[in-house]
Structures are given as C-alpha cells and as structure tokens.
C-alpha cells in the first residue's frame, strides 16, 4: 500500500515524459476507479448536501473543528480517502503520496478559493486579487510581487519601521490592554499595523493609544474579523446554493467587504499620491514596494490598489492568530521561553532593536515558531490543489482537476517524523554542524505556508512580524498562563485559534 518516497522521482519523470492518460496507463494498468477510493458512502454521496451530514447536528463536528473529523476519517478508511464535501476532496496522508500531488499542480498551479469572496468580487466587479486568479492572469500578478516579496531579503528593509511597531505593542501590554477576551485582539491589532506599513506604506493607528476614540480605523478591524468568520463559516456550502440562494452571510460579507475596501482605498490613494510626487522630485526607493510596483508600470492603478488590500487583509488575522499559539507554546514551556530569551540577550541584548545580522544569527527563535505551526497547524489540513495531471496513488487513479487535499496537519504530529510528538521541542528543528537533524524530517511533512509557485506571498512578512513581537516580548516580559487554563482546544477560523482565549500572564522583567 505506502509508496516509499524514493518512487517519487521516477513518478515525476514519468508524469513528465507522457502525456497525461500514457502516464497513468503505462505506470499502473491496474489502477482502481476513482469512484473505489476508501471514504463515506451512503447518505454523504448525495450531491450538494452530502456534506452536511458529516457535521452538527449529524455530528460532533463543525467547520471549526474539521481538522479533527478529516483525522476521524484518515484514521478509520486509511492514507487516501474521498469525501464529498461540496465537491469531491482527496485527503491524501502518505508523505509520498504528498510529494507526488506537489509535483502534479501544473504550471498555474490552482486552489480553492473562500466562494463568499469570489461572489463578493463578481457582484461588485472588484478586480481579483492574486489569490482568487488563475491561469496566465494569476501569473501576470504574482511574478512581479514575486521578485519583491519572497526573497530573504524583502522584508529586512522594513525592519526599522516594523521594530516601531513591535515597541507600540509591548508599551501596550505594559499598559494592561490585554483585553478580558485574551490576548488575540492586540496581536490582531499589532498584524494589521505591521502589515499596513508594507501594503501601504504607512502607519495607520490600529496600536494608537487613542484607537478607541476612531470609530472608523475600530470599523476596520471589525470589519476584517467579519470576514474572516464568515469566509469560514460559509466554507463547506456548495458553491451553487452559496450563489443561488440569498444567505445572510453573503450581505454581511459584502457589507463588511465594501466598508474595509472604501477605506482602504482612502489609505492607498493618499499613499500613491505621497509616492508620485516623491517620483516626480526624483527620488528613486526600489526597496520601497510600492514604489517599485509602481515603477515598474506592469499593474494599473486599480491593479495595484486590489494587491494593496489583498497583502493587507491576509497578514492579518494569519500572522496574528500564528503568534498567538508561539507565544502560547513558550508560555507552557517555560525552560524553552528560557533558552528563547538567552538567545535574544546573547543576539542583541536587553532592549536594542532587532537587526537583519541578528536575524541571521537566531536559529532558535525560527525552530520555536516551526515547532508551533507543528503542533497548531496554521490551517485547518495542510495546501490544497486541484491536480494538472491524472495521477495514481495508493493504487487509486484519481483524475486530472481533482481537488486534493494533503494531511499535513495529520502527518505533522506522526511519531515516525516526529518522537514524542505532542511535546513542544523546538531542539527537533536544529541542524548540527553537519547540517543533519536530531531525526530527519520530510521536507513535505510541514508547510505552514503551502508550497511551490502558489505558495504564500507573505511569509516572509509573517515570520519577520512574528520574530520581532516574540523578541521585544521575551525581552520585556517573562510570560507565563494563568493557573488552572494551561491547556487549549484548537479551534479554526481559517488560521488557528483556540476554543477559549488563552490566559497569558505578562510579568515585567527587570
Ligand atoms: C503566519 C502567517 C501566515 C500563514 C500561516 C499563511 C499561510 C498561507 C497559506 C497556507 C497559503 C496557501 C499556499 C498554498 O496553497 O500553497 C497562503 C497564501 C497566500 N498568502 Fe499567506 N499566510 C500567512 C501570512 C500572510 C501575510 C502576512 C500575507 C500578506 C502580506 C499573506 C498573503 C498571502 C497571499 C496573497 C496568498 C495567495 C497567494 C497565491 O494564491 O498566489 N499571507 N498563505
């Protein structure tokens, strides 16, 4: 049944050699029908509303909690399982079944997208952003936001403006304004500043002592969270009775949607008028996004302004609700929050900023956010695609178009990778001289920012934002949870979060 992951290469020479049907014919004859793949039968199979029937009422589960029945179904039809959820979906959990699918998304690689948002777009003839594109206009976007955001380097430029910010967080904490429902708010808080200052070019105020008294920049963080919840909560209705019907959803999104993006608009033409006129007197900043993307004269005007909002509203509530659950990990683990804080001491001391050098010298703070996204998987599976090709696994032919979904968040937490693996050891991603890790680990087993040409625009963005508020913390504070709440549920909203909020006590050091 496993396929070892060393087949894996001659897979891909194969898928490469033949047209789609020869590689299927000529690697496995014998394939079985996609219609045999283990998985629910009956009363699920039931087009369009099959899928209700695998969640409350029916069941103990909600889309919060999917994770927890796609391990239900992993656990009892095996390493490969279609489920009618909406569409048919392939969960696929062999870590060289997973290598394979990596291989078989094409050259425009294609995801689902939240529908709410697609409806959302087309309703109001909102250009789409990158992540709802597909095909040669996904790419027209995406090559040049390529070449200025996923290099090592993009974000370092912003270090300065973004290590500001991380002091406003902190003087935050200082302040007591961890609210009564936990910490998550001022982190969302701390993500849609941080972003802000990339996607357009300035400080907006979400950390400004006087917040409370602007009811529109309030409006805006209110107004992301809707959405989040509702992309969410709308996730598994069938695309068709989604558009059809008149949900109330489908108002409160749009309602929601078009305040943030008449705002949004507001902040990024002030921006671009400040930036032209920069131009026009001759200043050149190509480490400057958006100024480059300007210069660059590739995306109009409108083009650009969609990728501005785009880039803002998804470092969002992903980097906020990621932080929540390092920091959450270092809280329980007091010895590894320890070894955290000799390394920022070491690195740069008691108070100083956080520099690129110093990045480049702390390992151990990007194996405790690894070690995070390992136990609280950043998404509620792991990356989806609809395949290029016609694929086998397991003995199973699945179709080229197929929507395939790759079990990381299952896989993350198997003790073959990963012993012991429900402690938080951030030591498991270290390399040693050699290079070579305590035991190795698959590089398919955990992509918190999926992979490949499609894989997140922002990470290098997250990673930096959530260094930086993990530094300035463990520099300011000793952080631990309050007595009696050490244990969370996770729970998801398109990024994790958890059923109740986490009760982090911040102890000023001194
Ligand atoms: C810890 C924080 C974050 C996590 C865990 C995360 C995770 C992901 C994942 C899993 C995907 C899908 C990748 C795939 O299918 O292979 C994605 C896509 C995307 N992310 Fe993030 N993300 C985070 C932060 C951000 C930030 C800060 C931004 C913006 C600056 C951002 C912008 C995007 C965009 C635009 C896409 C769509 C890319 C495309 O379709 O070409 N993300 N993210």
């Known amino acids: 049944m496993k396929r070892a992951s060393t087949g894996v290469g001659k897979l891909w020479r194969n898928l490469h050699k033949y047209s789609s049907t020869d590689t299927v014919r000529d690697m496995d ?3 079985r029908p996609f219609q045999d793949i283990p998985g629910p039968r009956g009363l699920y199979n039931i087009p369009f509303i099959g899928a209700m029937f695998l969640f409350k009422p029916f069941t103990k589960y909600t889309v919060e909690t999917a994770h927890l029945l796609y391990n239900a179904l992993v656990n009892q039809y095996g390493p490969l399982v279609r489920v009618r959820l909406g569409e048919w979906v392939v969960l696929v959990s062999d870590v060289g079944d997973m290598e394979t699918v990596m291989r078989s998304e094409g050259r425009y690689p294609r995801r689902m997208e939240p529908y709410i948002n697609v409806l959302h777009c087309e309703k109001y003839d909102i250009p789409k952003g990158v992540g709802s594109l597909e095909g040669e206009e996904w790419h027209k ?18 270090l300065p403006v973004q290590n500001e910010v991380a002091d406003d967080l902190v003087a935050q904490i200082k302040l007591g304004k961890i609210q009564k429902d936990g910490a998550l708010e001022l982190f969302f808080r701390y993500a849609c500043e941080s972003i802000s200052v990339i996607a357009y070019n300035k400080r907006l105020g979400y950390l400004s002592p006087n917040i409370e008294n602007d009811p529109s920049k309030l409006q805006d963080l ?4 809707t959405m989040f919840k509702l992309m969410n909560e ?3 209705i069938p695309h068709i009775l989604l558009k059809a019907l008149p949900w109330k959803a489908k108002r409160e999104y749009n309602s929601a949607a078009n305040r943030i993006i008449s705002h949004a608009t507001d902040y990024y033409s002030n921006t671009l008028a400040n930036i032209k006129q920069r131009q026009n007197d001759g200043v050149v900043d190509e480490n400057n996004f958006m100024m480059s993307l300007l210069m660059l004269d590739k995306l109009s005007i409108e083009e650009m302004g969609s990728v501005a909002f785009e880039l803002f509203s998804s470092g969002t509530e992903s980097t906020a609700r990621n932080l929540q659950m390092v920091l959450y990990y270092l809280a329980r683990n007091p010895d590894k929050q320890n070894k955290l804080f000799q390394e920022v001491i070491e690195t740069i001391g008691p108070r100083a900023p956080l520099t690129t050098e110093a990045l480049g010298k702390m390992k151990y703070i990007f194996a405790c956010m690894k070690e995070s996204f390992r136990l609280a998987y950043p998404i509620l599976s792991g990356p989806q695609r609809y395949i290029a090709t016609d694929i086998v696994l397991q003995g199973y032919r699945i179709p080229a178009g197929t ?5 990381n968040q299952k896989v993350a937490k198997d003790e073959k990778y990963f012993p012991n693996p429900e402690a938080f050891l951030p030591e498991r991603w270290l390399r040693d001289e050699t290079g070579r890790r305590m035991v190795p680990i698959p590089s398919s087993a955990v992509l918190p920012f999926g992979f490949g040409p499609r894989q997140c625009l922002g990470r290098r963005f997250a990673e930096q934002e959530i260094d930086l508020a993990l530094t300035k913390i463990v520099q300011h504070f000793q952080v631990d949870l309050e007595h009696g709440h050490e244990d969370v549920e996770l729970r998801y909203r398109i990024f994790v979060g958890t059923k109740h909020p986490i009760r982090f006590i911040f102890r000023t050091r001194s």
Do not use: E
């Open 29 to 31: 004859k014998n394939a």
């Open 141 to 158: 976007y995406r090559s040049p936001l390529n070449a200025r955001m996923m290099k090592i380097h993009s974000a370092h430029q912003y």
């Open 222 to 225: 209110k107004d992301i969270q």
């Open 234 to 236: 709308t996730l598994t």
């Open 403 to 407: 929507s395939v979904a790759m079990m």
